[in-house]
Structures are given as C-alpha cells and as structure tokens.
C-alpha cells in the first residue's frame, strides 16, 4: 500500500481534511481517505509540503489543435469575427507543427496542471489515436466532432463523416492506451451551423445518445446573427462565401436553439456569456441534462461584460470550467482558472469554485461516476497543488502559485 499525504486534502464529496492522507491498493484504488493519524500503518508514505491534493481535474472545454500557440492570437478585446479571421489564418496558413503533435502537446500540457478528463473540440480531419499518446498520468476524453456548415447539399455528407467517426473511435478504444476516448457530436454555433444540418447533428447524437456541446450565447454579435440576420457574423460570412441566408429560418431565438438541445440526453452549452433571463431558467429546467461550460480567462480576454455566473448558479444549474484554447488564454492550466473566477466573484463560495472545476465538469461530461470527487472504493485520479498558504484549504485561490 502506499499512502499520499498533504496539509489539506479536498475529497470535494466531503469536508476539507487537514493533515490528510490518502492509501492507495496495488490496483490503485483508495482504501483510505482521512486524517493522517488514523490512517493503516506500514505504508509506503509520501509526503507533499505545502500541497494540497484535490481530485484529477475537469476540463468541460478546449480545443487541443492550438497548443502548439505560444500567445493567444490578435489582440485582447479585439471583434470577435475579427479574432476568427486569425484563427483561419493560422488554421490553413504559414507553418506550424503538425496537428497530431499540437493535440500531444496539449494532452501533456493537461496532465502536467492535473487535469484527468477532458471534454475536446476536435476539428476534421479527426485521428482518434492522436488522443491514446502515452502519458504519465492517463487522460480521459470525450471527443466531440465539430461539424459546421450552411449548405443543404452536404449535409448527408457530415453526418456520415460523424458515423464513421463514431465507428473509427470504437475501434481505437481497443488500442493499448491507459487514455479512454468518447465519441461526441458538436454543432459548432448559431451562425456557422445552418438549420438542417443543426437537426441532422442533434437527430444524430439522439440515435446514438450521445453528448453535444455547441458554443452558444458567446458575443452579443451572435444574438444580432439569430434574432435579426444582421450585423457582424454576415459581413463575415459574406467575406467567406459561404452566406446562404435560407439555410437559416427556423430558430430565431436563442431559446429555440437551447429546446433543440436540451432533447439530446447530455448537452453542453458552452460559453453563454450572453444568456438572458428566461433562457438560464430553460436551462435551469433541464439542469438534469444540461450544463454550462464557463471559460473565465478567454471571456476576459475578449473584454465582455460581466459573467452572469452568480445567476447560474442561483438557479441551480450546472456550471462546468473549461480553458478554451491557446487561441485565447495563455496556458491549459485548470488550476488558475478557478483562481480567475475567485478574482472575478469573490462572493462564490470556495467550494462552489473547487466543484466547478471538478464534480460539475465530470457531471458536464457525463464522467461522473469516475471522476470529480474523492471517495473510498474509487480508482485513485487526485491532483497534488502547491501552494504558497497552508492556512485554510482554499488560500491557493487568492493568487497564482
């Protein structure tokens, strides 16, 4: 047996222990979860100082294709159709290395902050064993394949492109590869995602009953896009040569776009940073399957307005933490966004933060039964911290470390 003990273990499923350990078996579950002193004797102990241990975290959101990148692309506040132009020309122009060696770099990027599951945007051409790479610490992924599009004709082709996915990660899951991977559906967003195919994808993932994530609510552009038909996203669109305003009639809401969703068994809103009211209460009304994946660096970045993140969760909905990429934020570490969200809502509880980037994410991912929180009986996936302030179980999310 060994055991691992820290100044503060947080089991997220019960109190904060202070001067913890935990013994993990030969097949590395733990047998005991509890204050050092009343844990079995003849172990094999390691100490961390000034550390407190955490479960394996939870990131709801990423795209692991720019972890090659090292500073976000544009500039900080810039338009947001003007930031996805950079992304286009980063995408498909110059040189960079290659995509399968971004998403390792990424992958070990994850496990180095102590992220243990991950729920990934990943763009075509999709290799599933990109994502089985050897890693210290496995990773568990829940793949969701991005389709976007406007044209009727290719619709058919998408979804076929989606079942083969499907088909082409099952027969990966056979691989020798500690790292487990998921196949899931991702309808890009509103204005890139015309009706027939945002149907197609939701009818999809409902045969299959599998998890969406579609970036929704993200800039105050994009309600002008679904509400009106004008403003930023069609000059861009235009640009592009891919505006087919009759591919986009039947969801002239937000709204509508979330109770097309919210059929499917698990659905991941991502970003909502401009959802209103009456659209948190729908999603509130399904909190059963529905989340929403908050990343806090990125929306500071792009300058918008204040996060409605105490209304979210005033209403009981599930509130998942993601990264996005390093297309926008500096690094894939979890850890400091949690901090960014304590310097932002100073008011939420430290708790509520910690579940955020844990329990809410695995729930988000629909991993919740093997990851999130620290139990006796469980495979053993905890994350040891450093931190500069041993004095309470949460002063790491007063400041960097």
Known sequence: MKSYLAD??????????????????????ILFLGARGQMPAGTDETYYESSVIMPGLVNAHTHLEFSDLDAALGEPGMEFTQWIGEVIKFRFGGERVKKSDSIRMGLEQSAQHGVAAIGEIATAPVVPEDYLCALPCPVDLRVFFEQLGSDDAMVE?????????????????SCASANQVV??????????VGDRLLDQLTSYALKRR???????????????????????????????????????????????????????ESSLVVHGNYLNGEELDFIASQRANMSIGFCPRTHAYFGHTRYPLEEMLERGINVAVGTDSRASNPDLDLGEELVEIHRRHPDVAPETILRMGTSNGAKALRLEESFGELNEGQTARFFVRKVADTSSPFAWLEKSV
């Open 8 to 29: 503060w273990i947080l089991p997220v499923a019960s109190a904060p222990i202070p001067d913890g350990a935990i013994v993990v078996d030969d097949a590395g579950r």
């Open 210 to 264: 599998s998890a969406v994530a579609m970036h929704v609510a993200e800039t105050l552009a994009e309600r002008e896009f679904v509400e009106t038909k004008t403003g930023p996203f069609i000059e861009m669109l235009k640009s592009l040569g891919v505006w087919r305003p009759e591919a986009y009639g039947n969801y002239g809401s937000i709204l509508a776009i979330l109770q097309n969703l919210s059929q499917c």
């Open 157 to 173: 082709q998408k979804i076929a492109a989606i079942e083969q996915f499907f088909g082409q990660v099952e027969a990966a899951s």
């Open 183 to 192: 196949a899931s559906v991702s309808p890009h967003a509103p204005y890139s």
